[in-house]
Each structure stands twice: as structure tokens, then as C-alpha cells.
């Protein structure tokens, strides 16, 4: 199981040298680039499940295009 986890600066290095410890346990640090880019890309996933559940509406296509 993979879990991204958002932490204060400020702690850190201390819940890094805890997952660490445990042997069982991988860890990859993310640059602010890539944390970014799953980021946007998890609330285009959610945006796109309230679309699918009828609780948002899509925009239109063309609109889109448009705008770019």
C-alpha cells in the first residue's frame, strides 16, 4: 500500500527517522514539484467522481479549449 503524507516542516525529520526505523517501511521524499503534481492530479480525480455522481456539473468542451 502506497500513503502520501502532508507534513509540517517542522516535524518533519523526526516522523522521517520514525518510518525509517521500522524495516518494513519504505520512504521516498517528493519534490515540491512532483507533491504538487499529485496533488492537482488527486482533486482532477475527485472533480471528476462529483461529475460522474451527478453532484458537479462538466464544463463544455469547447469552452475549455477555448480558454487554453
Known amino acids: 500500500m502506497r500513503v502520501l503524507l502532508d ?5 518533519a525529520a523526526f516522523v522521517m527517522e520514525l518510518l525509517n526505523s521500522f524495516s518494513f517501511i519504505k520512504t521516498k521524499e517528493l519534490s515540491k514539484e512532483k507533491a504538487l503534481l499529485l496533488e492537482e492530479i488527486n482533486e482532477a480525480v475527485e472533480e471528476m467522481k462529483l461529475i460522474k455522481a451527478g453532484k458537479k456539473k462538466a464544463r463544455n468542451a469547447e469552452d475549455f479549449l477555448n480558454e487554453l
Open 7 to 11: 507534513i509540517k516542516d517542522n516535524k
